[in-house]
Nanobody, 120 residues
Framework: QAQLVESGGGLVQAGGSLRLSCEAS????????MSWYRQVPGKERELVAG????????NYADSVKGRFTISRDNAKNTVYLEMSSLKPEDTAMYYC?????????????WGQGTQVTVSS
């Protein structure tokens, strides 16, 4: 079955960097748009960054533009999130998402999340 496994989270000081990875299996990765979301307790999950299936188009939340970079390697079935100049407000659980819209139906998968904690 479809599976997304995130890794790379951890504790980092403000101003530092982290690289998150999300490895996909069980579906045709190259046909899915991939995104990173984040969530803190008591708040809604928010979109951080997204990348289209070909990797040619990306989008970012205003709060992370210029600091985060999303990329994908379709040969490795993996999507990445490079995070730099991290701020305490970036602290959250980060989730990987795969989405494909086909014939009016959404095929969507989520990972289990990886915790990112930024200390001040």
């Amino acid at each position: 079955q479809a599976q997304l496994v995130e890794s790379g989270g951890g504790l980092v000081q403000a101003g530092g960097s982290l690289r998150l990875s999300c490895e996909a299996s069980g579906f045709t990765f190259s046909t899915y748009a991939m995104s990173w979301y984040r969530q803190v307790p008591g708040k809604e999950r928010e979109l951080v960054a997204g990348i289209m299936s070909s990797g040619g188009t990306t989008n970012y939340a205003d709060s992370v533009k210029g600091r985060f970079t999303i990329s994908r390697d379709n040969a490795k079935n993996t999507v990445y999130l490079e995070m730099s100049s991290l701020k305490p407000e970036d602290t959250a659980m980060y989730y990987c998402n795969a989405l494909r819209r086909r014939m009016g139906y959404d095929y969507e998968f989520w990972g289990q999340g990886t915790q990112v904690t930024v200390s001040s």
